[in-house]
Every structure is written in structure tokens, then in C-alpha cells.
């Protein structure tokens, strides 16, 4: 199994556990924005010039929500 593999297993079950804990969509906000918080120090931790790219990357994760929206599917 490659890496990405294993981190899809994990963020799969990740997703699966969220739910459990609570199966209302409206509260698993918070849990998305810890999580985009968390990878927001990371991206700095790792090379502060890569703060950029993360905001690069948050443009495009709203970019992809609106397509979502509109469009139905990811």
C-alpha cells in the first residue's frame, strides 16, 4: 500500500469517526477548521515560505466548495 493510500484509510475513518461523534453536518465545521488550522502551523513549521503556497491552496479549496455547490459534485 503506498502512502497516499494509507493516508486515505486514515482520513477516511477520520471522517467516519466525526460522524459518529455527531451525525449533524452543521457541527462538523469546527472540526474542518481545527483541521485546516493545524495544517496552517504545519505548512509554517515546515518552511515559512510555504505559507503562500497554503493560501494557494485555501484559494483552491474554495474554489472547489463553490463547484461543490453549484454543481453538485466534487
Known amino acids: 500500500m503506498s502512502k497516499e493510500d494509507d493516508l486515505r484509510e ?8 466525526i460522524s459518529l461523534l455527531d451525525h449533524n ?9 481545527y483541521l485546516l488550522g493545524r495544517l496552517d502551523r504545519l505548512s509554517m513549521d515546515v518552511n515559512p ?5 497554503y493560501k ?3 484559494t483552491a ?8 455547490l453549484t454543481r453538485g459534485g466534487w
Request: proline share 3%; charged share 25%.
Open 10 to 17: 486514515i482520513l477516511n475513518q477520520t471522517a467516519k469517526e
Open 25 to 33: 453536518p452543521r457541527t462538523w465545521l469546527s472540526w474542518m477548521v
Open 49 to 53: 515560505n510555504d505559507q503562500q503556497l
Open 56 to 58: 494557494e491552496m485555501l
Open 61 to 68: 479549496l474554495q474554489s472547489a466548495i463553490r463547484d461543490r
